[in-house]
C-alpha cells in the first residue's frame, strides 16, 4: 500500500521552471513524450503511447497533463492535476532519468498546485512509494504532511522521518482533519 499525503487548502506557490526551461500543457499526439518523461516510472519502459493509454490517461483533459521542456522545445517531466474521489490530486509526476536533479519537479508540482486553486479546489492528495526519499522529501518542502489511512502508516512515516531527518511533521486523517501535531509522538 502507498503512503499518502495532503496539502491543505494554502495558496499554491510559484515556482518558475530554471532557466532554459518552460513549463506547457501537452497537446493531442504527444502520449509518446508523456512516456519518456516517466521511462523507469510507473512500469513504463519505451516512449510509445501505449504507456500513455496503459495507464489511462486519456481520461485527463489535456489542460490538465503538464510538461516542462528543455530549451529545443523536448518535454523532460511530466505532472497531471488530476480529480480522483472528486478529490484533486498531484498524478503522475515524473522527470526522465537524464533529467533529474534540475530542479524541475518543484516547478511541475507548482503547476499542478495552480492549476487545481484556479478550478476552485482546495487542498491536495499525492500517493507515493516508501522508498522514493527524493521526492518525498520535496513534497514535504512543498507543504504535503502524512495522513493516517493506514494500520501501518505510522511506524512507516517515522522511518521515512528518520531516514530524512525530519523531526516533526503533523499528521492528517482521511477528512482532512490534523489528528497530531508531531508524528514522532505517536506510539
Keep these: 500500500m502507498q503512503l499518502k499525503m495532503y496539502r491543505p487548502n494554502i ?25 519518456f518523461c516517466c521511462l523507469g516510472e510507473f512500469g513504463i519502459e519505451q516512449a510509445t503511447p501505449e504507456g500513455f493509454y496503459a495507464k489511462s490517461m486519456e481520461e485527463q483533459a489535456l489542460s490538465e497533463i503538464f510538461f516542462i521542456c528543455n ?8 505532472a497531471t492535476a488530476q480529480l480522483k474521489e472528486d478529490k484533486p490530486y498531484l498524478h503522475y509526476i515524473s522527470v526522465h532519468p537524464g533529467w533529474r536533479g534540475k530542479g524541475l519537479a518543484k516547478p511541475l508540482m507548482s503547476a499542478v498546485l495552480q492549476r487545481h486553486a484556479a478550478l476552485g479546489r482546495g487542498g491536495c492528495y499525492l500517493t507515493t512509494d516508501d522508498p522514493r526519499l527524493p521526492a518525498i522529501n520535496s513534497y514535504v518542502q ?33 477528512k482532512e482533519e490534523i489528528i497530531c501535531q508531531n508524528l514522532n509522538s505517536l506510539s
Design 71 to 78: 530549451a529545443d522545445g523536448q518535454p523532460v517531466g511530466t
Design 142 to 174: 512543498l507543504g504535503w504532511r502524512p495522513v493516517l489511512w493506514s494500520e501501518d502508516a505510522v511506524p512507516r512515516w517515522q522511518k521515512v522521518m528518520a531516514l530524512l531527518g525530519i523531526n516533526a511533521l503533523e499528521a492528517y486523517n482521511e
Design 11 to 35: 495558496t499554491p506557490p510559484d515556482i518558475p521552471p530554471p532557466p532554459g526551461f518552460a513549463i506547457r500543457n501537452m497537446l493531442p499526439g504527444e502520449e509518446p513524450a508523456w512516456s
